[in-house]
């Protein structure tokens, strides 16, 4: 099995290990890693995300099957040394389950928008969360690169070189087309297992610092925000909770330097 790693700064300083969220891949965070260059970053493409091999069954993609190949990846790594760890979005996610399995070398999780709120907090149902992920990965087409990177720069208030490379990596040629790397089963296959294996079930067990940054837009999911972090922190009774004013679900991309210093700060105290 194939997996592609990311690596920025000096291996001897302090680790902190990314956990990217699901269609996107350990490339996003590049552009936050330029805010961090006193430690050691590292990340990966999940299976079937970015230049990672897809895994075949359905079973395989169960967070708790997850995060023995995430286990395998930073032991192989980092050896016996300790990190922390920080999940965006679905990585977050997986980023609770990890440290509720191995907490041994964790010296502390972040969350970054995730791990707090799931579809069916906002009335999603599962079938519904299916049939979306399927469309949007259906529909995710452009005839030319140029095309594509185009509508990227729509989306984002500015443009880097890391994050051209970042988006580049979420996708590939296929039949003339610009296509998403992340297929259907890969996709539908994750928020099952996320369905079937939810944080609340390993929440309680986390017993290293972990600290949530969440995103404050859409001010119409404010209610919800709050009642789903309140409900966290009666599983987690020493989480810690930071908004990050102005900054949507992609927080690290939105703020990637406000990101990285609050992250430092944490890491140090």
Aim: charged letters at 20%; proline letters at 4%; hydrophobic letters at 40%.
């Amino acid at each position: 099995m194939n997996y592609q790693i990311y690596q920025w700064g000096n291996p001897q300083n302090p680790s902190l290990v990314f956990l990217h969220g699901l269609g996107s891949t350990g490339l996003a965070f590049g552009e936050v890693a330029t805010y961090l260059t006193e430690y050691h970053v590292i990340s990966f493409d999940l299976p079937g995300h970015g230049y990672s091999t897809a895994l075949e069954e359905e079973k395989s993609y169960l967070p708790s099957n997850l995060i023995k190949i995430i286990e395998e990846i930073i032991s192989t790594y980092l050896k016996n040394k300790t990190f922390y760890l920080i999940g965006h979005s679905f990585g977050a996610d997986l980023a609770i389950h990890f440290g509720a399995r191995y907490p041994q070398q964790i010296k502390g999780v972040v969350l970054l928008d995730g791990g707090y709120m799931s579809g069916k907090d906002i009335g999603i149902t599962l079938e519904k969360e299916l049939k979306d992920v399927e469309s949007f990965c259906e529909n995710v087409r452009f005839p030319s690169w140029e095309e594509f990177f185009n509508s990227e720069k729509e989306e984002l208030s500015r443009w880097s070189e890391e994050l051209k490379v970042a988006s580049k990596a979420q996708v590939r040629e296929q039949n003339g087309e610009i296509r998403l790397t992340l297929s259907i089963f890969t996709a539908q296959a994750m928020l099952k297992g996320m369905h079937l294996e939810p944080v609340d079930h390993v929440a309680r067990m986390v017993k290293c610092p972990i600290w949530l940054m969440h995103a404050t837009v859409p001010t119409e999911l404010d209610t919800i925000r709050k009642n789903c972090i309140q409900n966290l922190q009666m599983k987690i009774g020493h989480l810690n909770v930071e908004s990050i004013v102005g900054a949507g679900h992609d927080i690290f991309r939105d703020a990637p330097e406000k990101v990285a210093t609050r992250l430092k700060v944490w890491c140090k105290s």
